[in-house]
């Protein structure tokens, strides 16, 4: 993996800062917490004038197929504007629904989404938040030609804005390897489904999401009946890696502005940017955030190129987790009394870095997955795919005449 950008993907991330700087200013975030859909449609259209929502996608539904690195740019900058566009769900729900949905279902959705026209989102978490097959006990019921879903998710992303949602419901008992999940595209209008706002800490839209007997067409499964798990932990190792890009995004641009801050606030007749406690915590905001950058892209990149990629997945979610996090407390701290007042800009980008550490698994939860790869299997282990050992043979015994 080449750790530096090239001109094209230099041009990529330059292009979607500029756009950002201009259309996204924190005014707009803070109208949008507050505004029922979250997001501004007309931003959403000029994001799919850019080729955002496509990026990714196939070109033969109008995408650009680029790997999903580039992605992962933009999602970089849409976090440094914490801009309120439902660009990640989106693009996780599209991205699945390419590389699994049948002709049919790609032709239906993903021209749409190119077009800026439809907005996706998905649902998998439900009581137990934790990102393991064991955890979905929504049921979907074979009726002739239809499904019916009855259960709950949670933490539903964009739910009130989105067009179609695909929900992992449990369709058979967990048998051996075979996890007896099944995954839908569910039009978010059903007669049956009701929706209940959450209130997070980044003041974003989340919902909890209530399917009561909710008719779905046998058609809108994707995948085969009952064997779904492995598209569907796909699709939550892609919205991982992806929302580390958009967590490095925030917490870069946090750490930007208490540099500034550094270099401009004065005390004791210097900048306090001056003193050596200041210039360490400085300094460790950005290594912390490069170092995040090189694990995010390592994984997107093992994506890209077909490689095994659940460790360096979770490597890149644990590190960011702690250390965006801590940039942004840095970034708080660096500001003094004034860093913890709400009316100040900075805690538009504290809120969401913190919030969004706890989605998609903890800390440690991606500890105990990486651990699981490397102590849990046998043979001697590469990230991400464990070897097994070659027996040895023994010596024949030696006897001394």
């Known amino acids: 993996m080449d750790v530096l950008l090239t001109d094209e993907q230099e041009m990529v991330r330059t292009s979607a800062r500029s756009f ?19 997001y501004p449609p007309d931003l959403w259209r000029k994001a799919a004038e850019l080729g955002w929502q496509g990026i990714s996608l196939p070109e033969a ?10 992605l992962g740019l933009i999602l970089q900058e849409v976090g440094r504007a914490v801009a309120p566009l439902p660009l990640h769900s989106t693009c996780v729900a599209a991205l699945t629904i390419a590389e ?20 996706l989102t998905w649902a998998f978490a439900e009581e137990d938040p934790r990102a393991r097959p064991e955890a979905v006990t929504m049921t979907a019921t074979a009726e002739g030609g239809d499904y019916v879903l009855s259960g709950r998710k949670m933490f539903v992303d964009n739910f009130v804005a989105a ?22 595209i569910v039009d978010t209008k059903s007669d049956g489904i009701s929706q209940t706002p959450l209130v997070t800490t980044a003041k974003d839209k989340q919902s909890e999401v209530l399917f009561n007997q909710v008719r779905v067409p046998a058609a809108n499964m ?12 796909r699709m939550l190792d892609r919205a991982t890696a992806l929302l580390c890009a958009q967590m490095l995004g925030a917490a870069r641009k946090d750490a930007e502005l208490a540099i500034d801050y550094a270099k401009m606030r004065e005390a004791f007749g210097q900048p306090i940017g001056a003193f050596q406690s200041i210039q360490h915590m400085c300094a460790d905001m950005v290594i912390w955030i490069d170092g995040g950058e090189l694990l995010t892209c390592e994984a997107l990149w093992r994506m890209d190129e077909g490689l095994p990629h659940s460790v360096e997945v979770s490597q890149a979610k644990a590190f960011c987790n702690e250390k965006c996090l801590a940039s ?14 709400m009316d100040l800009d900075l805690h538009l980008w504290y ?34 795919q464990p070897v097994p050992v070659e027996p040895v ?4 015994e030696r006897r001394v005449a």
Not at 393 to 396: G, I, L
């Open 222 to 233: 994707i995948g085969r009946a009952d064997e779904a798990w492995p598209i569907v932990e």
């Open 393 to 396: 043979a023994a010596e024949p």
């Open 20 to 38: 950002l700087d201009g259309e996204c200013p924190p005014q707009l975030v803070r109208a949008m917490e507050a505004d029922p859909l979250g």
């Open 328 to 341: 942004a407390r840095n970034a708080q701290i660096i500001h003094g009394g004034i860093g913890f007042m």
């Open 61 to 70: 539904y109008g995408g650009s197929e680029m790997p999903l690195v580039y």
């Open 100 to 119: 699994a949905g049948t002709r049919a279902q790609c032709e239906a959705i993903l021209p749409a989404v190119v077009a800026g026209e439809q907005v």
């Open 351 to 384: 809120r969401r870095v913190a919030a969004w550490g706890m989605r998609l698994g903890t800390t440690y939860e991606h500890r105990a997955r990486i651990a699981e790869a490397l102590i849990d299997r046998p043979g001697h282990v590469v990230l991400g």
């Open 163 to 184: 067009d179609k949602c695909l929900v992992v419901c449990r369709t058979a008992p967990a048998r051996g390897s075979n996890a007896g999940l099944s995954l839908f």
